[in-house]
């Protein structure tokens, strides 16, 4: 991060000095117990901590400052140990830490104002950022969000990583609620925004997924003041509900020829990593080979060539960096030791990532002649429907001849019971109320040979299973 002016800072934030001691500040720190010299604190609150309790143990750290929300319990003690410390400690008053983070983002960015491209959807993010950051950084000095650091207080962590030299900044926008997707756009400045694909997730905290759709295009509002672009996957089912609510110019993208941006000839390989043309209209563009697994990821793929061309990226350059893109932990990651060739789709589930996954094994499974085995976790954060999109990937299963399921948690009951009542004669299901249980008998289950998917919510740490099979 370059250093912020406690002058800017606190016009950014609208904030009150309580005493100004340091004219700049050179790094933020959320988390007390992470923080370095000179690093300026900024406390927030969650449902069972307050970070406001730590700002006297930051001091002794030798933080240069700290900002507080006023009438905070613990913030009269940190106030008189800043004062009488020989430091040179800036404090600040604020009505929210977390919003004084938001603010000191927003005001940061827009100093700098790089290419600034947000990537959201139901499924499919933080692959096509990393298919996008992936061509981008070979043309310029790119800034993206590590990890999943796509909520509020990740996002402007990744942001005062910029500098005045960085030519892109690249966000992955999640969201809980509404309104959250507009805020964190106008917080990174989108010009250029990506939808991968609505589906069902978060439902606890919507009413439907035409809800969710038209909360996802609140990036659109923040492009459109920006003169910029939203770059659409025009198959998905939603994409009807995008264009209606889009505020800014859109490049829909799909399948078909009468899309600026489109592919064709697709083929698979033994491991379901897929190949395909990207085409310009009827024009092919260049062919591209996937090292990611799964026919959804040519959507991912082709998002993220189209956003590169629309920024003059030479072709060459897309298609070596997108076949050169490998996965993350746990999200669709190959196993493959001792025998053994499990899927590693553990870090978060939804129906329509299920279905993908479940794709993916079944092609893999019949390309090798082999048993297909699904262990799957809980869906979590569905709401009312909860009961219903797991019983419809019990039907998933069975459409698709998985051979063995092998069901964890009490949402996961759901999906075995219908799988077990509708099972044929040579389907194998098991259930396990707790991880401990399946861990103790999946050796048993597990034959050499089987192509074996693991897949859940974040909440079941799946994972831990893959070491015992």
Not at 108 to 114: A, E, G, K, L, W
Request: aromatic share 10%.
């Amino acid at each position: 991060m370059e250093k912020i002016l406690i002058n800017d800072l606190i016009s950014w934030t609208d904030s009150l000095p309580v005493f100004l001691k340091s004219g700049a500040v050179s790094n933020f720190s959320t988390d007390s117990r992470t923080i370095k010299i000179n690093d300026f604190f900024i406390p927030l609150k969650g449902a069972n901590f307050d970070g406001h309790k730590f700002i006297t143990a930051a001091i002794d750290k030798g933080i240069s400052g700290f900002a507080f929300e006023k009438n905070n319990e613990f913030v009269p003690d940190a106030v008189r140990k800043a004062k009488g410390s020989n430091q040179a400690i800036t404090v600040l008053e604020c009505s929210n830490t977390l919003s004084f983070l938001m603010d000191a983002a927003r005001g940061y960015m827009q100093r700098y104002s790089p290419v600034s491209i947000g990537i959201t959807g139901s499924v499919g993010k933080t692959t096509t950022k990393n298919f996008v950051a992936g061509i981008l950084r070979n043309c310029g000095k790119t800034v993206y969000s590590e990890k999943s650091y796509n909520n509020e207080i990740g996002i402007p962590k990744t942001i005062f990583e910029t500098e005045s030299s960085t030519k892109y900044f690249i966000a992955e926008i999640g969201m809980r609620a509404k309104g959250q997707i507009r805020e964190l756009s106008s917080i990174c400045n989108v010009k250029f925004g990506i939808i991968t694909r609505i589906g069902p997730s978060h439902l606890e905290f919507f009413e439907n997924v035409e809800e969710i759709a038209r909360s996802k295009i609140e990036i659109s509002e923040v492009i459109g003041k920006n003169k910029g672009m939203i770059f659409l996957n025009a198959d998905d089912d939603y994409y009807h509900i995008l264009k209606k609510y889009a505020s800014c110019e859109i490049m829909a993208c799909g399948s078909n020829t009468n899309y600026k941006y489109n592919f064709s000839n697709t083929f698979v390989d033994e491991n379901a990593c897929y190949g395909f043309d990207l085409n310009l209209f009827d024009k092919k563009i260049t062919g591209i080979k996937l090292s990611i697994p799964g026919f959804h990821n040519i959507y991912n793929a082709m998002l993220a060539a189209a956003v590169s061309f629309e920024l003059g990226i030479d072709k060459k350059m897309i298609r070596d960096s997108i076949e050169e893109t490998f996965t993350d932990d746990c999200r669709m990651e190959i196993i493959r030791e001792d025998g053994k060739y499990v899927i590693n789709d553990c870090y978060n589930a939804n129906p329509v990532s299920f279905k993908s996954a479940i794709d993916t094994l079944k092609i893999i499974a019949l390309t090798k002649n082999a048993r297909s085995v699904a262990i799957i976790g809980d869906m979590f954060e569905l709401g009312r429907e909860s009961e219903k999109y797991h019983e419809d990937i019990g039907k998933y299963l069975l459409l698709n001849g998985i051979d063995v399921l092998i069901a964890l948690g009490d949402k996961s009951r759901k999906t075995y019971d219908i799988y077990k009542e509708e099972k044929t004669s040579f389907g194998r299901c098991y259930y396990f109320k707790d991880k401990d249980t399946l861990i103790k008998s999946v050796k048993d289950i597990i034959e050499k040979g089987d192509i074996v998917l693991i897949k859940g919510s974040r909440g079941n740490l799946m994972e831990d299973i893959i070491k015992y099979i």
